[in-house]
């Protein structure tokens, strides 16, 4: 049947000229008889193209197989459908145009081709969005294959589909075969409780999906791990179940770390309630969320039922509430601790009054101040015993300590009174900080008037203070040892009275965990209490007190041993006043106090830091949940254009003249897509342990064989060295590993240099050093192949060598670099039982020494993928499935040309239907495992049912390993991983027919 012309109407010239694809007509020996204005589009007038042929505008390798199709189509019986061809055009400007062209030929009454006409649609923008789509997929899937957050799939009745490595790893297998193999069922297998999965499932049927699961499960060694997971139903099946995909985050420390949180809290609780002060807590408004029974029994309230409903103010007499309104705005907006300039008068529930001083520090919620915590101390009995004491000594002498401002001494040392504070770094000044420290401490002076210092358990000094005209006296003249013990501080420094308190009294204190009273020099006395922090000793309070000597004697002695002058000596003995015995007890329990106070201090801050730490942690963990998702399923779809891609290429080498220049360009793209190929198994088997292909290697062979590629890495000003070893072992490895590792570690060394440097490869021989970091236990072979790659640049500290190989952990600008480098880097070399070492430092550039273990045998290794020899041929049928279009195209080309006579389908309904319509005429089904509406086991299942002797090969971009744990196919099945050759498809399917 003839195809008529497009009549020359009005219409149809308006339509024609001013589409966006370009209409034309040409004879049947090729040559352009009419084009639409569309050709501007490729840099031709419809003139200038008219006339012209179409091997004009079309490459070599391009023409011959768009004239094989319009030949085979002239051939063929009249028809009215059209044949969609994907090529190229050149552009007047030389550059080549993808096109898909539409075709179709124009019959005369009696069935003879006459003319040839089409449309031709330009694919420029669709080919870029598709090479995008490419990019972003495979920038992805690096993001994919490192998270380790684990991921899973398993079906409604509690089996295991499949998981990924990080999800092995989480409960202790080494591969996700070894666990898959392990639980069989979910509920009598894998939960410590099967009852919470029932649950679990109820909520997953009510909502579709459940978030932030908590439950335990079973590892490797029966032991048990908390797990939270999110999960979603993904596929709801024909049989009523469902299958299930989440993820996994291991919170088996979260959870201790809560314990542990929750029993800080508790013991703040306790510990406030064992406390001789009253502690009570209040919300920014001034109410009283928190008291101890102390705080009850001060006021006069009882604190579960009344206490709760005051406010602070309410405590406070009128006269001083606009001073403690004051002291308590400045620690809301400062945030720093605070103490009242002076006492407060507090007000009991029965209208009394008392003298009391309140030591407060802020609250927080993560970085805001939401209310304080304060100290009251009663300080009725101090104030009359000063009173009492001040009466004493009037009545007794009426004299004032000496000032020791004016001193004339005649020592060899001048006193600095920078001496009396030493930089601290330990956790009392950290958690409590040195202004609350100074203000519990300062009350024993206001107590005794006489020396108080506060210590670090490493030695350093919080606070001191000499308030005692005699024991400042001594502070400021002693020099090079301070007589207590006659001991000498290790350094030779001078030795103050004040740092004979942490040599002694301190130091024995936190060693012993008791109160230590001992004698310093000059008639002082040295009372010490350890603090416990976290039932541990982290330091120290203590006060000084006692009488100087009395007699001349001992006197004289001292002003010789300090270089006093003995009249001025004697004076300030006389003047000292001597501390009633009460007094001393009294500061003595008030230490036991001050210690118990600062401990509890610092317990609630570091609790609070462990709490936040914590939430630090959960979120990281699930962000990295969040990356994982974004880069899965993609693995199938790119190995799929990497088979076309192959197999066309190989084509093209076959058919191509061993002379013709075009065989190297064509076996370009056979190794382009070989590497692609072998990258992406590569990216698969770091993240999951499969698909790798380890061989026998000579490290200097292949390092070797990349210098030129390496070469492209660095900049001209850079040197690259390379120094090969002498007998190195043989290796076993996965070459593509191994071009990882050394592209990996040139490009880091590459971006440290600034400059001009140098970046120096050298591989050697030799044992395992014994300080390697890593564990070397059930190491077998101690000869190790090394191979060390050093750089001149800038080097890097000690805290950023112990993150490098952290993921996504960078030292790099924004954007010039992903974090994943080294990490990836190091789960090669740990997944091939290798060990890795760094060495650097700031401006002396660094060194990566990775040892690898050393072969004592043989491995059999073969070359199926060589493209030499005759490709075997037969004359079966097949029946192909597959539902990427180009890969079908490909494969069935491929096949017909080896013989085979082939029917193909892309989806599982279509095959099914051209099956019955052949009355299973079939000798193999050729199919896809992934394919729309079924599995090709399913197909499979369906077709062997009408035909007993049916052979199968399924094909697929997934690994055998995944497809396996899926479910989908058994061990032994004929399966064949994309990409592959021809050959290797052809000799596969040859092998199956043979087989008896």
Same mark, same amino acid.
């Given at each position: ?482 007589? %207590? ?337 080294? %990490? ?173």
């Amino acid at each position: 049947m003839a195809i008529s012309h497009v009549t020359n109407t009005d219409i149809h010239k308006i339509l024609i000229e001013n589409t966006h694809d370009v209409i034309w007509t040409m004879t049947l020996d090729s040559e352009i008889t009419f084009v639409n204005n569309a050709i501007k589009l490729f840099g031709y007038s419809p003139d200038e193209y008219i006339g012209t042929y179409l091997y004009q505008h079309v490459s070599t390798e391009n023409l011959k197989i768009l004239m094989e199709i319009l030949q085979r189509r002239i051939s063929s019986p009249p028809s009215e459908q059209s044949e969609l061809i994907e090529t190229f055009l050149n552009h007047r400007d030389g550059h080549a145009v993808p096109v898909e062209i539409h075709a179709w030929i124009n019959f005369d009454e009696s069935g003879n081709p006459i003319q040839i006409q089409g449309l031709t649609r330009d694919l420029t923008e669709k080919t870029r969005v598709l090479n995008y789509i490419k990019e972003s997929e495979e920038k992805y899937r690096i993001l994919f294959e490192n998270t380790p957050t684990g991921i899973f799939k398993t079906s409604s009745d509690g089996r295991p589909l499949i998981i990924n490595p990080a999800m092995a790893r989480m409960l202790g297998f080494e591969s996700v075969q070894e666990t898959l193999d392990n639980y069989h069922s979910l509920s009598a297998d894998y939960y410590v409780k099967p009852e919470l999965r029932i649950d679990f499932l109820k909520k997953l049927k009510k909502n579709g999906s459940v978030n932030s699961f908590e439950y335990e499960a079973y590892t490797a060694d029966k032991k048990t791990i908390w797990l939270s997971m999110n999960a979603w139903i993904s596929e709801h099946l024909p049989d009523g179940s469902f299958t299930i995909e989440g993820f996994c985050t291991d919170i088996t420390q979260f959870r201790k770390s809560a314990k542990g949180l929750k029993l800080s809290l508790n013991r703040f609780k306790d510990m406030a309630e064992m406390l001789p002060v009253a502690i009570c807590e209040t919300d920014s408004e001034g109410f009283i969320t928190f008291a101890n029974s102390k705080a009850g029994e001060l006021f006069g309230y009882d604190t579960e039922s009344n206490l709760g409903r005051f406010t602070v103010w309410q405590l406070i007499a009128p006269e001083d509430l606009e001073k403690a309104v004051d002291g308590f705005n400045v620690v809301l907006k400062s945030g720093q601790n605070f103490v009242g300039s002076a006492e407060y008068i507090g007000i009991r529930s029965d209208g009394s009054r008392f003298p009391m001083i309140l030591h407060s520090a802020p609250l927080y919620n993560d970085d805001n101040v939401v209310g304080l915590r304060s100290a009251i101390t009663d300080i009725s009995q101090q104030k009359t015993i000063e009173q009492n004491l001040r009466r004493i000594e009037w009545m007794i002498s009426g004299k004032q300590e000496k000032s020791t401002d004016e001193l004339p001494t005649r020592e060899l040392f001048v006193f600095d009174d920078s001496m009396m504070s030493s930089p601290s770094k330990g956790i009392l000044t950290e958690m409590v900080g040195v202004k609350a420290i100074e203000s519990i401490a300062g009350e024993f002076n206001v107590l005794l008037g006489s020396c108080v210092s506060v210590y670090e358990k490493n030695g350093d000094r919080a606070f001191s203070n000499a308030s005692s005209s005699w024991c400042h006296l001594l502070n400021r003249t002693s020099y090079k040892n301070c007589f %207590a013990k006659n001991q000498i501080l290790a350094d030779g420094k001078m030795c103050l009275c004040m740092e004979s308190e942490w040599l002694y009294a301190n130091k024995l204190s936190i060693e012993q965990g008791i109160p230590m009273d001992i004698d310093c020099s000059g008639g002082i006395r040295i009372h010490s209490v350890p603090i416990h922090v976290d039932g541990e000793f982290a330091g120290s309070i203590s006060f000084g007190y006692g009488d100087p000597p009395s007699d001349t004697e001992t006197l004289k002695k001292l002003s010789i041993t300090y270089g006093i002058t003995p009249d001025i000596l004697l004076d300030h003995a006389k003047s000292y006043g001597s501390r009633p015995p009460f007094i001393i007890e009294m500061a003595k329990r008030r230490l036991e106090s001050a210690a118990k106070l600062i401990g509890t201090m610092a317990e609630a801050k570091l609790a609070e830091k462990r709490r936040l730490a914590a939430e630090e942690k959960l979120l990281q963990a699930q962000k990295l949940e969040s990356i994982g998702r974004l880069a899965g399923g993609v693995s199938h779809d790119f190995n799929n254009m990497l088979n076309v891609i192959l197999g066309n290429a190989e084509l093209l080498y076959d058919s191509l003249p061993s002379d013709s220049p075009w065989r190297e360009d064509a076996m370009e793209i056979i190794d382009a897509a070989k590497r692609s190929s072998e990258l992406t198994r590569q990216l698969l088997a770091f993240a999951r342990k499969q698909n790798i292909t380890p061989k026998k290697l000579d490290l200097n062979d292949t390092i070797s064989g990349t210098l030129k590629m390496l070469g492209r890495l660095v900049h001209e000003t850079i040197e690259l060295i390379w120094k090969p070893g002498k007998s190195l072992p043989p290796v076993l490895m996965d070459p593509s590993q191994m071009d990882q590792i050394l592209a990996n570690l040139v490009v880091n060394a590459r971006d440290a240099i600034s400059n001009s440097g140098s970046i120096t490869i050298e591989t050697s021989r030799g044992m395992l050093p014994e300080n390697i970091v890593g564990d070397t236990s059930g190491v077998q072979r101690n000869i190790f192949a090394s191979l060390k790659i050093s750089d001149t640049g800038v080097g890097m500290d000690s805290e950023v060598i112990q993150n490098i190989f952290e993921p996504f952990f960078t030292t790099k600008d924004k954007g010039r670099g992903t974090g994943l480098g080294l %990490a990836t880097v190091y789960g090669i070399v740990r997944q091939n039982k290798g060990f890795i070492h760094v060495d650097s430092e700031p401006g002396k550039g660094t060194s990566f020494t990775i040892f690898f273990p050393g072969m004592d045998y043989e491995i059999n290794e073969s070359n199926e993928n060589s493209f030499t020899g005759e490709l075997p041929k037969g004359t079966e049928k097949i029946l192909l499935v597959e539902d990427e279009t180009a890969l079908l195209k490909h494969t069935k080309r491929v096949l017909e040309n080896q013989g085979y006579s082939v029917l193909f389908a892309s989806t599982p309904g279509e095959a099914i239907e051209i099956a019955n319509k052949n009355h299973m005429d079939l000798d193999m089904l050729l199919t896809d495992v992934i394919l729309p509406d079924m599995s090709g086991k399913e197909l499979y299942s369906i077709l062997i049912e009408k035909k007993k002797n049916l052979r199968c090969l399924f094909i697929s971009g997934y690994s055998g390993e995944i497809i396996s744990v899926k479910g989908i196919l058994e061990k032994d099945i004929n399966f064949l991983q994309k990409p592959f050759t021809t050959k290797a498809l052809l000799k596969k399917i040859r092998s199956i027919f043979d087989e008896k």
